[in-house]
């Protein structure tokens, strides 16, 4: 049983943020126990062999703990450090790669029915369907936009089986990038298929090449990054709408006393589009009446929220490490899930109180909640009978205590929006950015994305940004990392006052805040297209790896996050991860990924622990590409 807490106590457990603090203090229910507690509540420090990656349970010989150079110490089939530690990463590539493509395929398959007339949603947005259809080889010359899309579903739908051949977003990045992956036999064939490959490679006794492993998982992670994940976002704009900016709020203080307040959490945009619709439904309005309600105040956490922020201003209750927080305010009176970032303990807080929690995902069910399955050609039936469900708590809800803490923010940068904002009106295009960038007002752009976690002690986003902004970066922003910076002001406009003079001159023109919200973590593909666009337009070189630009993930957490870094580093961008990294365990792999795969992409992974090192190595990232494209005298 996990040790228990009692109230008071918070003081000797890190809690990660002001509102998470003041609900815990407040909370109507005594002996609250959060991943914070469980943290400071462990025994024994996380094993080193597994943080260092040099742990192998790949058969059952071992487990194998490996200390890299004590001959003793290899595995029993003699695999040594570096084998291990690449077959290791690998896995986790394939672990966060099969997460985003398995997003993506339920993406394509409720795009399909809703191009068939059988699901509830619409095609929103036909231009970008048209711009897809163009950028994938399909001619639009008098289709339905119908028609058009089952096209478009069809052949992105069969990229996921492909065994050859390449995939079609693969040809959007610069040429000479394509050359590269071809030249190292790194082009993905299939969405699917490479992840089955990482698995067959890493099985006791296949690969053992740490350079050849490393490939592969290079490979898997453009299949996520220019494959599922770019097919999810696309396909999910043109269903949903592309995002525009969009004002909104964030933090557990988004919750409404008056409201049936229905959080819902996860990654799929399907789901939580469906609530959106059946929130504003008269019967449903009417059921809220019944119990004396004013409505459904329906609020995202972790990257669900993101989704339904960026497209329909929802506002966000919580980041991944507010996920149990949130409901310990008492005052929820359903938490609906799908997949990806739920912990299991939002069972066990939920059942503290009135809060029903509903898992919807076939593939993700868990102890103690109501599954209710959902299937997007009922999309709109089953929202509401999950609506009526809440609607019911309402009358339950006990003693609660609502934070009034939360936060203005604008979100809604798509990579169409940024080109259009940054283009003006009558000439989108990314030029202006790279003039901008050429005379340097602004120095470069730096994504920070990922997940919060809770061994991380401090608010390294918020803290990396500042500095960041104040040294004229522009600031993107994804997943749980925009919602953490969100939270502290810095993805409204007001916040320009903190930019440095170049960076504030140019974005106060325009309206844009300091840091830009792009979305989900599925979205860092927005990134991709971003950079290519940039390296299109002109004047800052021929591929991603010569544009100033880095990324940082200083408080990763999930298997997708590594995936995404992969695809990052491989399309030649430089990554900041922190503060572990799980390849240390070996010397060779170590100098491979922070310095060798930058002779390979152009760009490599990096480590770092306090945000000053974070962003001392991604300002030098900058003034150095900078320098090489002589823009810097
Ligand atoms: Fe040990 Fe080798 Fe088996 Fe891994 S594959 S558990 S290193 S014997
Ligand atoms: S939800 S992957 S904690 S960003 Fe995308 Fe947040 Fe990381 Fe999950």
């Not at 399955?373 to 039936?381: K, M, P, T």
């Not at 904002?421 to 990922?450: E, H, Q, T």
Request: charged share 25%; glycine share 10%; with cysteine.
């Amino acid at each position: 049983t996990s040790r228990r807490f009692k109230k008071g106590n918070e003081s000797e457990v890190l809690i990660q943020t002001e509102t998470n603090r003041e609900v815990l203090k407040n909370a109507p229910v005594e002996n609250i126990v959060t991943a914070a507690h469980r943290v400071a509540g462990r025994s024994v420090e996380p094993c080193l062999f597994g943080q260092g990656g040099t742990c192998c349970r790949n058969c059952n010989m071992g487990p194998c703990q490996i200390i890299d150079g004590v001959e003793q110490m290899i595995g029993v089939c003699g695999a040594d450090a570096s084998t291990v530690a690449a077959r290791n990463f690998a896995r986790i590539v394939a672990g966060g790669a099969a997460s985003h493509m398995d997003h993506a395929r339920g993406v394509v398959m409720a795009f399909l029915a809703t191009a068939k007339g059988e699901a509830p949603y619409e095609i929103k947005d036909g231009i970008k369907l048209r711009q897809v259809a163009m950028s994938i080889g399909i001619d639009v010359a008098e289709k339905s936009k119908e028609d058009l899309a089952i096209e478009v579903g069809e052949k992105l739908m069969a990229e996921f089986g492909q065994q050859e051949g390449g995939l079609s977003f693969v040809k959007r990045a610069p040429k000479p990038r394509q050359e590269l992956w071809k030249k190292l036999g790194i082009g993905p064939r299939g969405v699917d298929r490479e992840i089955t490959e990482i698995m067959h490679r890493t099985h006791m006794g296949v690969d053992q090449h740490y350079e050849n492993l490393l490939f592969q998982a290079a490979r898997t992670a453009l299949a996520d990054g220019w494959g599922a994940s770019m097919i999810a976002t696309e396909l999910s704009d043109v269903m949903f709408g592309t995002p525009v900016p969009i004002r909104s709020r964030v933090d557990i203080g988004v919750l409404k006393e008056d409201e049936v307040n229905v959080t819902v959490h996860g990654h799929e945009p399907i789901l939580a589009e469906a609530l959106g619709m059946a929130a504003r439904d008269p019967e449903i309005l009417e059921e809220c009446k019944k119990v004396g309600a004013k409505g459904i105040n329906l609020a995202g956490v972790c990257c669900t929220g993101n989704e339904i922020l960026m497209r329909k201003g929802f506002p966000i209750a919580g980041s991944f490490i507010q996920q149990e927080v949130v409901l310990a305010t008492g005052a929820v009176e359903a938490m609906v899930v799908d997949v990806q970032c739920i912990m299991q303990n939002v069972s066990r807080v939920a059942e503290q109180f009135h809060t029903e929690l509903i898992t919807t995902s076939d593939k993700a069910k868990i102890p103690g909640a109501t599954h209710i399955s959902f299937d997007e050609h009922r999309a709109l039936d089953i929202a509401k009978e999950i609506l009526k469900r809440a609607i019911k708590k309402f009358p339950e809800r006990g003693k609660h205590f609502v934070p009034v803490r939360s936060m203005d923010v604008v979100a809604g940068f798509s990579h169409e929006t940024i080109n259009y904002m940054l283009g003006g009106r009558f000439r989108a295009s990314y030029k202006p950015l790279n003039d901008n960038i050429i005379n340097g007002r602004i120095r470069g752009v730096a994504a920070i994305v990922g997940c919060d976690n809770y061994r991380v002690t401090e608010e390294m986003h918020v803290e990396i940004a500042k500095e960041l902004i104040a040294n004229d970066v522009l600031v993107l922003v994804t997943g749980c990392a925009a919602t953490s910076i969100g939270r502290t002001g810095l993805l409204s406009p007001e916040a320009l006052d903190q930019a440095g003079p170049g960076l504030r001159e140019v974005l106060e023109a325009v309206g844009c805040p300091p840091v830009l919200h792009m979305g989900s973590c599925v979205d860092n593909s927005r990134i991709l297209i971003a950079a290519t666009e940039m390296v299109r337009t002109g004047g800052l070189g021929e591929d991603i790896y010569q544009l100033p630009a880095v990324g940082a993930a200083p408080q990763w957490m999930s298997e997708k996050a590594v995936a995404i870094g992969q695809y990052f580093v491989s399309s030649g961008v430089d990554v900041v991860f922190g503060p572990t990294f799980p390849i240390t365990g070996s010397k060779v792999v170590s100098d491979y990924c922070f310095n060798k795969m930058k002779d390979v992409y152009g760009g490599s992974w990096h480590l770092a622990k306090k945000p000053s090192e974070f962003v001392n190595i991604m300002v030098d990232t900058i003034n150095q590409a900078r320098k090489d494209l002589g823009i810097d005298k």
